[in-house]
Every structure is written in C-alpha cells, then in structure tokens.
C-alpha cells in the first residue's frame, strides 16, 4: 500500500497546487484562521471525515476511521502565515497586504488535504484511525498548547504522532529524518538593570544603567563560548535593548530581551544558570541591581528513535531516489514539540527549493516560495508514513 500512495499522490498534484495557491493567496494570522480552516474543514466532510471545528479559535481536528482494527495515529499540519510583505511577483501572491506565507504552512494545508484524500480512497483497508490535525497559531502564539488543553488528544488518544516542514534550505529529493533531537528549546530572557538616573554630564552622582548593559551584554557572550560543553550545542542572543529617551539624562534603567535556544534539559540548565548568575553579578559590581526572568516558550522537539528508524526504512524501500540527512538539526524551534513530547513521533524536513528558478529564498522572507514539485513528495510521504504506522501497531 505504501508505494501505491506514494504513486498516487503524484497523481494529484495539480489539486495540491489548486490547494497551495488558494492558501497562499489568503493568509491569515495567529489563531484567526477562519477562511483556510473553513476551507479545510469543507474538504475533509466531504470526504466524510468526522470533523470538530474551533478548536483554539480556529483549529480543525478530523478523524478517519479505518474498515480494520488497528491503533490512532495523529498527523499534525500548521496553517498560519506571517506579518510580511510578499515581494515574490508570483500569480499567486497575497491579496492580504502585509499578511504573507513565507513559511510554507500553506504547502503543509494542502499536503494535508491531500494526505486525507489519498487515505479515504483506501479507507476500506486503513489498519486503526487516522486524527488529522490543522492547526492555527504555530508562528509563537502556543497554538499546539491550546489544541491540546482544548482535548485534541483524547477522544481518541493517538499512540504516536507525525508532522512535516518543508525545507527551504535543501533541494526537493532531499529528506531530514534525524533521530533524537532535531530541534532547538526555547525562553525568552527579559533582564531588566537598576541603576539611578541623572544629569549625563555628572554621572558621579548616578548609577548608569546603560554602561552596566553593555558590560552584561558583553560578559553573556561567554556562557556559550566558556560554560557550555563545545560538543553541545546552544545559544544566547540579546536582540532588544532599552535605555533612555534623551541624550542629556542618564536613565534609571535599562531592559534587555533575547532568546536562549537548547537540545538537552543538562545544556539548558547550565545556561539559565549562567545567564542569572552573569547578568546579576556584572550589574551588581557596576553598583546596580538586575531582575533576570526566563521564560520557556517551546520544548525542544525530540524524535522517537523508533519511529524514525522505520520511516528511514520506509524511505529506502519506497523512495529510493531520495537524499537522506539523518542529522540535520536547527536552533529553530517548532510547537510541534509540545505533541511530541506528549505522543512519540517523527517531525520529517522535506526539502522544497530549487535554485535554478530562484525558488531558494529562507524561511520568514518576503521573496519565500518553494518548489512545488515538493507538495506530491510531502503528501505521498505522509500518506505512506501513516500507513507504516498504523501497521506497527
Ligand atoms: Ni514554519
């Protein structure tokens, strides 16, 4: 059945485009995905999936129940876009000014689309039940979070979960499958330096925050390049400073924002650790007081071992004109995680650029587009993917 899908799935590339396009030029925000999860969730009853709507605002959760027994397996798709001006010049551009999908969570809508429509076909045969899940709010608005306080996974609760990206960086053929690991834990730091404002010509009689900034903005730099283990992998980056509103006042505080991006829960540790004991000291021997709060906002997102072994097998049997990358890891983060962490997966990067037709913008630009020749590869993979699960049992 798997290598069938995969053929098949070829053969509907043409809707998976129609799909594509039509998202791609109405992209929504957040969790305000109301046109694409009504586009969505008329598709999958007329397939005569049972289907729940408004699930964390917008999110549309449906179910296919298989002709034989078999275990509940969740395929997990985001449909959000971003706050960005499209510059691509493509036909099928956004008619949202500002509002664009530069991410590729329109290509993972239809992909998904097309995953349903290709396991319908078969629903006589399908060994368990098969929870689709479309998703709102992937792009930092804890979407996943909300779907899973909202219930999605129970009623029925699956055993294991799959989800998809398409990956800019790398062409179609090519295929990120890496056990373990595979993306970044994030927080978000906020430190905020006491000082004591004054006049900027008698800085004797302050307390400088500004200078005491720079000195922890300085000294952080160390934690990464002395504290952390040089085989592991980690990151602190400061990426908004405050301070002042006049050149001629020394303010009374300064406040720093960044991020902190790890694997391990060890790595993380040490690094909060650090960045507390850095940020408080330095500003304490600059004679000020720092609050330092780290805040996690997405766990890191960790592939069961087992899962992507047989999916690695799947691809070469099936596939075999595929590139495999098995460890291909990002800093990036994806709430993709907090399902996983949840019900044991597999999060696949599928390549989507192609360079000699200038389809290889990053991820979050305004001239993103993909190649897509990616969509018929992603649905074939995923359809056959949840069949190899279903089968595992
Ligand atoms: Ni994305």
Redesign the pocket.
């Known amino acids: 059945m798997q290598a069938s899908l995969i053929k098949e799935a070829a053969e509907i590339k043409d809707q998976l485009v129609d799909w594509r396009r039509d998202f791609h030029r109405h992209p929504e925000l957040g969790l305000q995905l109301n046109r694409t999860a009504g586009v969505v969730a008329s598709e999958l009853k007329h397939l005569g999936l049972i289907v729940r709507t408004r699930v964390a605002e917008t999110g549309v959760v449906g179910l296919l129940k298989g002709g034989q027994p078999g275990p509940v397996i969740m395929l997990r798709f985001?449909m959000d876009a971003l706050p960005i001006m499209e510059d691509t010049g493509a036909s099928y551009a956004s008619v949202n000014p500002g509002v664009m999908h530069a991410?590729?969570?329109d290509g993972?809508t239809a992909i998904g689309l097309g995953v349903a429509r290709l396991l319908c076909r078969h629903q006589k045969e399908l060994p368990g039940v098969i929870k689709f899940i479309f998703q709102p709010g992937?792009?930092g608005f804890a979407g996943a979070q909300r779907m899973i306080e909202e219930g999605v996974l129970e009623n029925p609760a699956p055993i294991r979960s799959l989800a998809m990206?398409l990956w800019n960086t790398h062409p179609v053929g090519w295929i990120g499958l890496t056990p373990g690991p595979a993306m970044a834990g994030a927080e978000k730091i906020e430190i905020v330096i006491q000082g004591k404002g004054g006049h900027a010509a008698a800085p004797d009689l302050a307390v400088d925050p500004v200078v005491a900034a720079a000195q922890v903005i300085a000294a952080l730099q160390t934690v990464v390049s002395r504290n952390v283990d040089p085989i592991e992998a980690a990151v602190v980056s400061i990426s908004e400073v405050k301070a002042g509103d006049v050149f001629n006042v020394i303010p009374p505080n300064a406040r720093l924002k960044g991020t902190i991006r790890t694997f391990k829960p060890k790595v993380r540790e040490l690094v909060i650790r650090r960045v507390e004991e850095i940020a408080s000291n330095v500003a304490r021997a600059m004679g000020c007081k720092a609050d330092v709060e780290c805040l996690q906002i997405s766990l890191p997102l960790v592939n069961d071992i087992a899962v992507t072994k047989r999916l690695h097998h799947l691809v070469l049997e099936n596939l075999p004109e595929l590139t495999i990358d098995d460890s291909c890891r990002v800093m990036g983060s994806?709430d993709m995680a907090d399902f996983m962490h949840k019900v044991p997966g597999c999060y696949i990067f599928v390549g989507s650029n192609n360079p000699t037709r200038g389809l290889d913008s990053p991820?979050h630009s305004p001239k993103f587009d993909f190649d897509e020749n990616a969509l018929p590869l992603g649905a074939g993979l995923m359809a056959a993917a949840a069949w190899e699960e279903l089968e595992a049992g």
Do not use: Q, V
């Open positions: 985001d991410c590729g969570h993972h992937e792009e990206h994806e991820h």
